[in-house]
């Protein structure tokens, strides 16, 4: 079935980085865009970044801009985000998102968030 | 960037009732909305995309209207399954912002 499994998440110090992982199964991961949504406690969602099916396009919160980047490897079905420079404000609960996206005049458009991971949580604390 | 701003932020409800929920764009997005419905410690669940088209699965009960700047969600006969956050979002920026949330509760 189709899933998105994302790791990674931990207790880092304030200035220190992370990796997160979202593993893609039981659809073309490369025909799809993904996007990293984080929600901190009792908060709302927030949207983090997107990459194009094809990683030629990446798009992200000026929350993050410059402190993180994503990525993704189309051969082995895994996007990633790389955390650096935490902050408190940080803190939340990281999902992965799945975009189907579409075409309008040969340019690539993203659309919506139709399947989720159930998050990974990332916790910056001294 | 797009600020999406919902109406009301809570809102109490009995089951059968229709329910509306607002959201405005502060700039237009012709009808690259969609609705997300979120359960506590759950991660969100698509339910309207394009500001009208429901999601394959999602019940009957749930519609989407609107186009510009001003959004509906309507849930035309409450459920017991249907109190939850309800989130907003648009994608006609590559800043694809969500709404601050609209939470659900039994009356």
């Known amino acids: 079935q189709v899933q998105l499994v994302e790791s990674g998440g931990g207790v880092v110090q304030p200035g220190r980085s992370l990796r997160l992982s979202c593993a893609a199964s039981?659809?073309?991961?490369?025909?799809?865009?993904m996007h990293w949504v984080r929600q901190a406690p009792g908060k709302g969602l927030e949207w983090v970044a997107v990459?194009?099916?094809?990683?030629?396009?990446?798009y992200y919160a000026d929350s993050v801009k410059g402190r993180f980047t994503i990525s993704r490897d189309n051969s082995k079905n895994t996007l990633y985000l790389q955390v650096n420079s935490l902050r408190a404000e940080d803190t939340a609960v990281y999902y992965c998102?799945?975009?189907?996206?579409?075409?309008?005049?040969?340019?690539?458009?993203?659309?919506?968030?139709?399947?989720w991971g159930k998050g990974t949580t990332v916790t910056v604390s001294s | 960037d797009i600020q999406m701003t919902q109406s009301p932020s809570s809102l109490s409800a009995s089951v059968g009732d229709r329910v509306t929920i607002t959201c405005r764009a502060s700039?237009?997005?012709?009808?690259?909305l969609n609705w997300y419905q979120q359960k506590p410690r759950k991660a969100p669940k698509l339910l309207i995309y394009?500001?009208?088209s429901l999601r394959s699965g999602v019940p009957s009960r749930f519609s989407g209207s609107g186009s510009g700047t001003d959004f509906t969600l309507t849930i035309s006969s409450l459920q017991p399954e249907d109190f939850a956050t309800y989130y907003c979002?648009?994608?006609?920026?590559?800043?694809?912002?969500f709404g601050q949330g609209t939470k659900l509760e039994i009356k």
């Open positions: 990459i194009w099916y094809d990683g030629s396009n990446k």
């Open positions: 700039q237009s997005i012709s009808g690259s």
């Open positions: 998102a799945r975009d189907p996206g579409h075409y309008d005049s040969s340019v690539y458009y993203s659309d919506y968030m139709d399947v």
């Open positions: 394009a500001a009208s």
């Open positions: 979002q648009q994608s006609y920026s590559t800043q694809y912002t």
């Open positions: 039981g659809f073309t991961f490369s025909a799809y865009g």
